[in-house]
């Protein structure tokens, strides 16, 4: 099993900065993938960030250039560096973790991962 803590949502204005934290435990095993979900009020959940073991960094398009995750691994901890916020950026950030999967040619992380942390809110005012 794998535990994860998110902390450092807040409240800031547009253009400032974040950075988010997620603290894990549990069986390194089970989490090669490690990524930063984002969840806008009404709206689905969506991927922001994915660290594969493997393969490294990916972003969605809308955060690129502006966002950075990274993952101290001595410290079993998943960081979300985000810089010049905007509104639509609100809302519930959650971390999460997964096995890769073995796609025949590559180690893949997958879509919807197997744990999730409870979520950590931030609040981008115009």
């Known amino acids: 099993q794998v535990q994860l803590v998110e902390s450092g949502g807040g409240s800031v204005q547009a253009g400032g900065s974040l950075r988010l934290s997620c603290v894990a435990s549990g069986n390194a095993g089970l989490r090669r993938c490690m990524g930063w979900f984002h969840q806008a009020p009404g709206k689905e959940r969506e991927g922001v960030a994915t660290i594969n073991v493997y393969s490294g960094t990916t972003y969605a398009e809308s955060v690129k250039g502006r966002f950075t995750a990274s993952e101290d691994r001595a410290k079993n901890t998943l960081y979300l560096q985000m810089n010049s916020l905007k509104p639509d950026d609100s809302g519930m950030y959650y971390c999460?973790?997964?096995?890769?999967?073995?796609?025949?040619?590559?180690?893949?992380?997958?879509?919807?991962?197997?744990?999730w942390g409870k979520g950590t809110l931030v609040t981008i005012s115009s």
């Open positions: 999460a973790a997964g096995s890769a999967r073995w796609n025949g040619g590559s180690w893949d992380c997958p879509l919807s991962m197997d744990y």
